[in-house]
């Protein structure tokens, strides 16, 4: 079966450092997203990506936050300078209709800012 | 601003018997209701969906039920299978949204079927 695949899984970082986290999404999937879950908190949406643009972002996703599709098949988060409340459960999906349905979600990488 | 409450963080059956879960929501423009079921260390998987057309889908040995009126949905899980023990999460969205579907997520659901 099809899965969105995420790297690392786990990504100890430096505060102020740059970050990559890493997807390749279902290949015949349009619609991209990240969403991210801090410890003990609810999974939140950060980005929606389509058509190599963004569709919609969060107010979580401010300008330290980037996402590129960058050759047609990866599918990355860039955070520019991470910070301590940075540290989450980051997790990709990608979709290949509208409404919702067949909205597939990688296993994550756990990023913990120190 | 929490548009979808799950209001049970934890829920415990035994094996064999109905799991029931709930979820309500207050934005009326969801069209649009999952359940992904979560383990430790792994990313959501998708369960089951119902879309506001609908007041019940069925899949095996899941039900989920719309209320529209109520705004309020629940998960059936009957019979209960200790490997079903995971956080269930509820999740809503807007159909028409053009090309965003991003998905407004409850807090999850955490369930122990016990042998």
Redesign the interface.
């Known amino acids: 079966e099809p899965e969105?695949t995420?790297t690392p899984s786990h990504q100890v970082t430096q505060m102020g450092q740059e970050v990559i986290l890493r997807c390749v999404p279902i290949s015949n999937h349009l619609?991209f997203?990240w969403?991210r879950q801090i410890l003990g908190?609810?999974?939140?949406?950060l980005v929606?990506f389509?058509?190599n643009e963004i569709?919609?972002k969060?107010e979580i996703f401010d300008d330290q936050f980037s996402v590129e599709r960058p050759d047609g098949s990866n599918f990355t988060l860039k955070i520019r300078s991470t910070k301590l409340e940075d540290s989450a459960m980051y997790?990709c999906?990608s979709?290949w209709t509208?409404?919702?349905?067949g909205?597939?979600?990688?296993?994550?990488t756990?990023l913990t800012v120190v | 601003d929490q548009q979808v409450k799950q209001n049970s963080p934890s829920l415990s059956v035994q094996e064999g018997r109905i799991s029931i879960l709930n979820c309500d929501y207050t934005n009326s423009m969801f069209d649009?209701f999952?359940w992904?079921k979560k383990y430790p260390?792994?990313?959501?998987?998708?369960l089951i969906?119902i879309?506001s057309i609908k007041d019940k889908n069925e899949d095996g040995r899941f039900t989920v039920f719309l209320n529209k009126s109520a705004k309020h949905l629940s998960l059936h899980i009957v019979p209960s299978q200790p490997g079903d023990s995971a956080v269930y999460?509820c999740?809503a969205?807007v159909?028409n949204a053009?090309?965003?579907?991003?998905?407004?997520?409850?807090?999850?659901t955490s369930l122990a079927v016990n042998p």
């Open positions: 969105v995420q619609y997203y969403y908190q609810k999974v939140e949406f929606s389509y058509n569709s919609e969060s997790f999906a979709s509208t409404g919702g349905y909205y597939t979600f990688g296993s994550g756990r | 649009y999952l992904y260390a792994e990313g959501p998987t998708f969906s879309s999460f999740a969205g159909s053009g090309n965003n579907r991003k998905l407004i997520w409850g807090l999850g």
